[in-house]
């Protein structure tokens, strides 16, 4: 599933501010986010809605701690196709999106074809999913894996235009 998005929508100084609000706390109802960006609850809600169905926000989640949920091991794994093809990139691709363990999968350019992010139990998982899944698929030639050892910055909110936390930004593009 791709970023990139054909229509692009102009956001004001309104809608990044919410768009903020919303990364730091997605449970933010209307009154509380009108508060915090100097709004009506009403215009809020406007934009907020504009800003779901154009799908600058494409939805919210609970953030767990994987550990306490039992999947200690994040492992990156880099795949190199056995053949680059139309067909083989498309049999990977559902090979990949059968895996529960993935939590991203990139297409790289340089020395691997794929990168994937993902989150096990335990190394004899890992070993399951690299030995019972990836190296026979008829679609993979290589597999090589990294086992995380400490994470020093997991997911953070999107840098976006205006924010305040003094670290360098880019200009939008105009």
Request: with cysteine; glycine share 8%; proline share 5%.
């Amino acid at each position: 599933m791709g970023d990139a998005m054909t229509a692009e929508i102009t956001l004001d100084g309104f809608d990044l501010k919410i768009l903020s609000a919303l990364q730091a706390d997605g449970r933010l109802s209307n009154q509380d986010l009108a508060e915090r960006v100097h709004l009506s609850a009403s215009q809020c809600s406007r934009r907020r809605i504009r800003l779901e169905e154009r799908g600058v926000v494409r939805g919210y989640r609970a953030e767990l701690a994987p550990a306490l949920v039992g999947l200690g091991v994040t492992v990156f794994t880099r795949i190199s196709l056995a053949a680059h093809s139309r067909d083989n990139a498309r049999r990977f691709a559902e090979l990949v999106q059968g895996l529960d363990c993935v939590l991203e999968a990139h297409a790289l350019t340089g020395d691997s074809d794929y990168l994937l992010k993902m989150i096990v139990p335990d190394l004899q998982a890992l070993s399951e999913i690299v030995n019972g899944s990836l190296l026979p698929h008829e679609s993979v030639a290589q597999v090589r894996s990294s086992v995380v050892l400490t994470t020093l910055k997991e997911a953070a909110p999107l840098p976006l235009p205006g924010a305040r936390d003094g670290g360098p930004r880019r200009k939008p593009a105009t």
